[in-house]
């Protein structure tokens, strides 16, 4: 079985401060995981994908999230918030058998004031 | 920039009715899922699909879904008798290999009365 918990609902920053979004995950396998993000009336895009590669995954928009193993966590930063980073994240774990049975977090909106 | 397509965008209907959401997969893909959003709640895995039948589905998935492929673009998910539970955001996505990335739609909003 596996799940993954988004620490927070809301996240309120301002432009040009750093972003954090704090996901942790368990896994019976060797996870997949994943950040999506959802702009209003939009569908969800992939932002990064963590494949047991490199540890510290870069993604698009200038995010990047690390996966930690001993502290099962895969949290998403950015160093500088926009204010088209405003949008809600998912952070999402896969079984490790193929990308389609994904178990999302419930989610976690980023507002970002001028 | 190819992208998947959903419609309705949003579908209100009376509760035993049946209702169909259709979805155009990205043309060169060959996997299918549908996933669903209840309001507040996470997101959640229904079906996969690939080669014309299900490849996998979640306990959610019961008797009253289905999915087909009618045509060369079109993938479908019929609810045959809607409850109010069943109100929800559906999400279509596709994919090009089994391990692939999924390209989702922008969803379909179902509202049961």
Redesign the interface.
């Known amino acids: 079985a596996q799940s993954v918990t988004q620490l927070d609902s809301h996240v309120s920053v301002s432009e040009g401060t750093p972003v954090l979004l704090r996901c942790n995950y368990s896994s019976s396998y060797s996870p997949s995981l994943f950040w999506?993000v959802q702009h209003p009336?939009?569908?969800?895009?992939?932002l990064l994908?963590y494949t047991s590669a490199a540890t510290l995954v870069k993604g698009i928009n200038g995010f990047e999230a690390e996966f930690k193993k001993s502290e099962t966590s895969f949290h998403l930063t950015k160093p500088s918030a926009h204010m088209s980073d405003a949008a809600e994240y998912?952070c999402v774990v896969s079984s490790g058998r193929?990308?389609?049975?994904?178990?999302?977090?419930?989610?976690t909106m980023l507002l970002v004031s001028p | 920039e190819p992208e998947v397509t959903q419609t309705p965008s949003h579908q209100v209907t009376q509760m035993g009715q049946e209702v169909i959401l259709r979805c155009v997969p990205i043309s060169n893909h060959l996997y299918f899922y549908w996933y669903r959003q209840i309001l507040g709640q996470k997101v959640e895995f229904l079906v996969s699909f690939y080669n014309n039948e299900i490849s996998e589905k979640s306990e959610i998935f019961d008797d009253q879904f289905s999915v087909e492929r009618p045509d060369g673009s079109n993938f479908t998910l019929k609810i045959r008798s809607t409850k109010l539970e069943d109100s929800a955001m559906y999400f279509c996505a596709s994919s090009e290999l089994a391990a692939g990335e999924l390209f989702f739609g922008e969803g379909s909003r179902l509202t049961v009365l």
């Open positions: 999506y009336n939009k569908g969800l895009q992939l994908k998912f193929g990308y389609s049975t994904l178990t999302f977090g419930k989610g």
